[in-house]
């Protein structure tokens, strides 16, 4: 009788040693990169359609803020630039009559110049005419000049005007809710119909598709691990089961610690600890906040 009670001890014994918990070389919370989104524009909230909980991918549409303001500021721009533009002048249909008596006058300077050849005409004559040529050109050469000076001048006066319509269209453009990065929504702060504004936060995101464990080994653990090294995750899937996971080491403090309250180790009489990062595929199972352990081998 006292045989079996022996064996049955150490059976009991043996079991206990055999389970996970005790060979646990640390422990540690999960946790993600979350990003809050903010508003960059003013304005009356008039679409938002996302849902904590919600799977967003980058680049996605989920609503926008009023533009009306904006939107008539560009407008009224718009018409300022035309009104200026319209004071342009013509310029073919300004040296249109100068351009006929160009043409006039070379038509007679050819004739004159035939003449002299047939001796019918004198040099003089083709003098006069080639100088009257000269003259109409540099009139039309003169006015073209002046004309392109005004017309610069008018464009030059709409330049301030159409930098501020790029001003506008990259508020305008800010006032569309895009969403920038892929992963699920886990907090929503503004709602339909309230007033945004620049640096508001609106909903928090992160991707939850891996999750980073946070664990804390002592000096003498902090010689068995490396960067990219594959660790043995541990959650709790029932009250004497754990479901094992494979993780891989991201990153690795630089600076030594004193351990934190909340994080047990394997030694808990050492005083300083080194950070690490776990990242973990995540299944579904696994929850930012979760408590895991860790298994170097």
Not at 66 to 92: C, H, M, V, W
Not at 138 to 164: F, G, H, M
Request: neutral net charge; aromatic residues 8%; charged residues 25%.
């Amino acid at each position: 009788m006292k045989r079996t009670s022996l064996l049955a001890l150490a059976a009991l014994i043996w079991l206990s040693s055999c389970t996970p918990k005790s060979k646990f070389d640390a422990s540690g919370t999960f946790e993600t990169e979350e990003t809050v989104i903010s508003a960059e524009a003013s304005g009356r909230i008039k679409q938002f359609n996302i849902e904590e909980g919600q799977t967003l991918k980058a680049g996605e549409y989920i609503g926008f803020i009023d533009t009306a303001q904006l939107y008539f500021s560009k407008k009224n721009l718009e018409a300022q630039i035309q009104a200026g533009l319209s004071k342009r002048p013509d310029i073919a249909t300004q040296v249109a009559a100068l351009q006929v008596q160009l043409a006039n006058a070379q038509h007679e300077q050819t004739r004159i110049a035939n003449l002299v050849k047939a001796d019918a005409a004198t040099q003089k004559q083709l003098d006069d005419q080639t100088f009257m040529v000269s003259q109409i050109q540099k009139q039309i050469d003169a006015q073209l000049s002046t004309l392109d000076i005004s017309t610069e001048s008018i464009n030059k006066e709409t330049v301030p005007l159409r930098a501020l319509i790029q001003q506008l269209n990259d508020q305008l453009n800010k006032c569309y809710l895009v969403n920038p990065i892929n992963g699920t929504v886990l907090a929503k702060y503004a709602r339909l119909d309230e007033e945004a504004s620049p640096g508001k936060p609106l909903y928090k995101i992160a991707d939850v598709s891996s999750l980073l464990l946070r664990a804390y080994v002592t000096d003498d653990q902090f010689t068995q691990i490396k960067l990219g090294q594959k660790i043995r995750v541990f959650i709790d899937s029932t009250a004497d089961k754990y479901r094992e996971y494979e993780g891989e080491v991201t990153w690795i403090s630089d600076k030594a610690e004193f351990t934190p309250k909340t994080i047990q180790t394997k030694d808990e009489r050492a005083n300083l600890v080194w950070a690490t990062k776990i990242r973990v595929k995540n299944d579904g199972y696994l929850k930012i906040g979760m408590y895991a352990d860790i298994k170097f081998k």
